[in-house]
């Protein structure tokens, strides 16, 4: 049976379905019956679709233990094989965890400029609203902490424009 005249769901339905892997894996591993070579281009193919889906730690160890169980090359290609798996699983595993870091950073800063356009609106009204420019080009979500700490406990407009200055000062000398 070959994977293209199997009844599965298409790629798009397929992509963050375990069973659909695993079944997908199954039907490679009985069509590369006798190349090892197919068979290891294949295990490598489902191997590396395991990170990159985006499933969870859990469910990759799993669909992993199982793929390489259905899935056997002769001992050489194995280890050959998760080498380069190893390899390639910890350059995305960096990158992932680079574009997740920055992902988390850019929500952060978000967040902490809505609280502080929301505490300026609050306190200090439409003229408040005017100091968020200046906010808007801070990124440092250390320095956006800050300012809404100090947005809070100002008692004017004027000192939380002073405040926002002195931080974003010297948030752009670090």
């Known amino acids: 049976m070959s994977l293209a005249n199997s009844p599965l769901a298409t790629e798009a339905d397929i992509c963050y379905n375990p069973f659909a892997i695993a079944t997908m894996a199954f039907l490679k591993t009985l069509e590369t019956k006798g190349s090892n070579q197919g068979r290891y281009q294949w295990k490598k193919f489902f191997l590396l679709e395991l990170y990159r889906r985006g499933l969870s730690r859990e469910t990759i ?3 992993f233990e199982f793929i390489g169980i259905i899935m056997a090359l002769p001992e050489e290609l194995d280890q050959a094989l998760y080498d380069e798996i190893r390899q390639t699983s910890e350059d995305k595993q960096m990158s992932i965890l680079a574009i997740a870091e920055r992902k988390g950073r850019e ?9 502080i356009s929301d505490v300026l609106e609050i306190k200090f009204g439409a003229a408040g609203m005017n100091l968020l420019n200046r906010i808007a080009q801070i990124n440092d979500l250390a320095a956006l902490q800050k300012i809404r700490l100090a947005v809070k406990q100002a008692q004017s407009l004027e000192q939380a424009e002073r405040m926002i200055l002195d931080i974003s000062t010297n948030d752009h000398k670090d």
């Open 61 to 63: 160890l799993v669909l």
């Open 107 to 115: 929500e952060g800063m978000h967040l902490v400029r809505e609280m």
